[in-house]
């Protein structure tokens, strides 16, 4: 028999959890908020599932009810993707050690 | 381009999401790691245009939308303050959760797009991860615009609680279980709507019981749902980079949500259900406002820190609230050329959100080798002259260690009554968010200087 796709979905999404387990712990707690600004970032890699819905159906009709709510989840996907990484850039350039300073 | 290379180019994404995580272990590696995680953007929404390779009219709109909504995001990240990074972060998961709706929505309209099947018989598995992550993207969103709300302080930060409000919880989670259920037998429309709304409500409902200071656990459990939600719409569209994705988010959040539980010594499930401290506050404000306090100003806390060769800074969230956070720096710079030892002590809590004291510290130019973790310094105390407690209460509070009978009893603190002298300032003597008393307060070697952090700190460094 054959095995079902969904089975090797299944199986990324497991051992992902365990490597997001194990290189989440070794973050180090001095950026944890970074870490939260970036995970918001990379999950709205949703996008991807927003462009496919809004280009979606005939070309007569680009805003039908589908492709709407595709455009809109754009927008807000694109608002955290730039806010996200721009937001956690600034924060990281902040961390400087000690050298310079005085 | 074909569905298998571009599955591959997804997984290079979702590599370079894993890499940009792993970028954070330290200060000097997490630039390169933000730039990984961009790099995997860009190659994710690229291959989505080549795969779809419809460069029609609907192409362009796509491009204005991402422009606009990146050029809303671009402002954003240069005008926000670092103070207002918790509002900022719920703020950005309420759009991931809206995101997923979007997206569940779309698809559930028009699942030819996606090969779900068709309107009215889309596939079962389909229809059960779609359902999944509309609920979940629904809860994410209202959980945290009402965390957005407390956070920014539109609406009060203190708990809000009625009767029955567990039961009913109970019983919206139930109901939604049983709406997915009907609405995958029977495919109807209408039950799909009722899930999504229904989904609202309870992320409304389950975060309005929960406090201020509970913040950075409401935080990162909404971090997490926000990853929960991009992997279940990552099942739908078979797109092995949102899954990837999601799965990281998911577990990165649940594990900060661990962390922030273990740094207030409660279980998850205790501050979920919300209302804490409520219960106790008629006890603990009795019989104990009588007591001696000293309090001094800042010519006295100058006296004191000139002639300390060692000095531990505790910053909390009043430093925040005052942003007192660059006035400190310039207090610790003065320190340090008069030969004082200056560190920082932060408390996993302290603030609205996992690192928020670091944020700012680093803000204010605070090399990030001088701020240190409870572990790391707790010991240090005892050798230490003066501990210095800005905007920081129950997390010194030593009833921690002391009484069985206190609400935060087993919570790990800052070993702050260690030092020789402390200098605590504070607006007033009014408890902590617990709502008991720091018998630090009255401690023989403590000295109270009552004033906004700001505005103490600034003159603290006049008479040094």
């Not at chain 1, 001095?30 to 999950?43: K, Q, R, Y």
């Not at chain 2, 003597?429 to 709502?435: T, V």
């Amino acid at each position: 028999m054959e095995i079902d796709p969904f089975i090797f979905r299944l199986s990324i999404f497991i051992l992902s959890i365990f490597i997001g387990y194990y290189v989440v712990w070794s973050v180090t707690p001095s950026l944890h908020t970074p870490l939260m600004s970036v995970t918001n970032a990379i999950s709205s890699v949703i996008i991807v599932g927003a462009i496919i819905a809004s280009l979606a159906g005939n070309s007569e009709n680009i805003f039908d009810t589908a492709n709407l709510f595709g455009f809109l989840a754009i927008i807000l996907a694109a608002i955290n993707i730039f806010g996200g990484f721009l937001v956690t850039q600034r924060m990281l350039q902040m961390y400087k050690k000690k050298k310079k300073d005085k | 381009m074909s569905a298998n290379l571009s599955a591959i180019f997804y997984l290079i994404s979702g590599v370079l999401f894993i890499l940009a995580l792993r970028g954070l272990s330290s200060p000097e590696t997490s630039r390169q790691g933000n730039f990984f995680g961009i790099l995997g953007m860009v190659i994710a929404i690229t291959i989505t245009f080549l795969y779809i390779g419809n460069f029609s009219a609907g192409f362009i709109y796509v491009l204005i939308f991402l422009l606009i909504g990146g050029s809303i995001g671009a402002f954003i990240a240069f005008k926000i303050p670092m103070t207002a990074m918790p509002e900022l972060v719920a703020g950005f998961h309420s759009f991931v959760g809206l995101a997923a709706v979007f997206v569940a929505i779309s698809a559930f309209l028009n699942p030819e797009v996606f090969n779900l099947g068709t309107a009215g018989n889309i596939k079962l598995a389909s229809l059960i991860e779609m359902s999944i992550g509309a609920a979940v993207g629904a809860i994410t969103f209202s959980g945290s615009i009402i965390a957005f709300l407390k956070l920014r302080g539109i609406m009060t930060g203190s708990p809000i609680t009625f009767k029955g409000q567990h039961l009913l919880n109970a019983l919206i989670l139930i109901s939604i279980i049983i709406v997915t259920y009907l609405l995958c037998s029977t495919q109807s429309s209408n039950l799909f709507w009722i899930l999504i709304a229904v989904s609202f409500l309870i992320g409304f409902l389950l975060i309005i019981p929960i406090g201020g200071a509970d913040m950075p656990v409401v935080i990162s459990m909404l971090n997490s749902y926000s990853g929960w939600a991009a992997a279940g719409i990552g099942f739908t569209l078979e797109n092995s980079a949102l899954i990837i994705t999601g799965a990281l988010v998911g577990s990165s959040g649940a594990i900060l949500s661990y962390i922030m539980c273990k740094g207030m010594n409660r279980s998850f499930f205790n501050v979920i259900l919300g209302g804490f401290g409520a219960t106790e506050q008629s006890f603990a404000n009795t019989g104990k406002e009588q007591k001696p306090v000293k309090s001094g100003n800042a010519e006295d806390a100058a006296f004191l820190m000139k002639n300390a060769s060692s000095v531990i800074i505790v910053p909390g969230y009043g430093m925040a609230v005052a942003q007192a956070q660059h006035a400190l720096r310039e207090m610790a710079d003065t320190l340090k050329k008069n030969d004082i030892k200056v560190s920082y002590a932060v408390h996993p809590v302290a603030g609205r959100m996992p690192g928020h004291m670091n944020v700012l510290l680093a803000e204010a130019n605070v090399p990030y080798d001088e701020v240190f973790e409870l572990e790391e310094i707790n010991n240090d105390f005892a050798n230490v002259d003066v501990a210095f407690v800005i905007g920081a209460n129950d997390v010194t509070n030593p009833v921690a260690k002391t009484d069985p009978q206190s609400p935060i009893y087993g919570m790990p603190v800052l070993d702050v009554e260690k030092s020789k002298s402390v200098l605590f300032v504070k607006r007033s003597l009014s408890p902590g968010y617990a709502g008991i008393d720091n018998e630090l307060f009255y401690k023989e070697n403590t000295l109270m200087l009552f004033a906004d952090a700001k505005k103490m700190t600034k003159d603290i460094i006049k008479n040094l």
